[in-house]
């Protein structure tokens, strides 16, 4: 266990619907990272978060948005879905210092039929 | 922009024999982290090993050993006397060692069989 929590572990939806995935960090780290993984494919970065500012972004759609909370939990919104963001995405912390190692969640499937 | 490649999509051992898989990346920093982890049918990522650039002696955990060739910007993994359980897909990380921004930026993977 890492952790790191995220909600929900599977999603179903149809095309031009939204929604919001929810991560969890581990107590204590102020970092969140969105990762976007696609069937057998690498994983790809989406945002990262620090301490609840918008850190580093990475190849994340304008449909894509994301926010970190006060309590350090974030989520990632996704709107005007279509079936190609159907991916597993994971949400991973970690402490925020230089090199800190990444703790990642169990990801949450989408499914966009 | 940093890039990761690794050029294996897909490798298979016999148990307990040893594979290892390659991984290289392209960087114009001096300064940075590079990072294996595994991803088992259960879809977890799971850190196996990280090795520091700074850091001339390769990283080791237990079964599993680096050979980091700073120069040639290459970053292989080894895993030695293989079981079932390392049945999985392998990831090669970079990460900058500026605080700013200090993502994972991954490779495309490499899908290793271990056969009974």
């Known amino acids: 266990d890492s952790g790191v929590t995220q909600t929900p572990k599977h999603l179903i939806t149809a095309t031009g619907q939204r929604v919001t995935l929810r991560c969890s960090p581990r107590?204590?780290?102020?970092?969140v990272y969105w990762y976007q993984q696609s069937l057998d494919q690498g994983l790809q970065f989406l945002i990262q978060?620090?301490?609840?500012?918008?850190?580093a972004k990475g190849n994340i759609l304008e449909r894509f948005s994301a926010q970190q909370f006060p309590d350090l939990h974030s989520e990632l919104n996704l709107s005007s879905l279509e079936l190609g963001d159907s991916a597993l995405y994971f949400c991973?912390?970690?402490?925020?210092?230089?090199?800190?190692?990444?703790?990642f969640g169990e990801g949450s499937r989408l499914t966009v039929l | 922009a940093q890039t990761v490649t690794q050029s294996q999509p897909e490798m298979s051992v016999q148990e307990a024999e040893t594979v290892t898989l390659s991984c290289t990346y392209d960087?114009?920093?001096?300064?940075?982290?590079l990072f294996w982890y595994k991803q088992p049918p259960s879809r977890q990522m799971i850190l196996v090993i990280r090795?520091?650039?700074?850091?001339?002696q390769n990283a080791t955990e237990n079964r599993f050993s680096v050979n980091f060739q700073k120069a040639a910007k290459s970053f292989s993994l080894k895993i030695s006397d293989s079981q079932l359980g390392d049945t999985a897909m392998y990831f090669c990380?970079?990460?900058?060692?500026?605080?700013?921004?200090?993502?994972?930026?991954f490779g495309g993977g490499t899908r290793v069989l271990v056969k009974p």
């Open positions: 990380a970079f990460m900058t060692g500026k605080a700013a921004g200090n993502k994972l930026t």
């Open positions: 978060y620090y301490n609840g500012e918008e850190r």
């Open positions: 960087t114009s920093e001096n300064n940075y982290y």
């Open positions: 090795q520091e650039a700074y850091k001339q």
């Open positions: 991973a912390s970690s402490a925020g210092t230089v090199a800190g190692e990444l703790f």
């Open positions: 107590s204590g780290d102020l970092s």
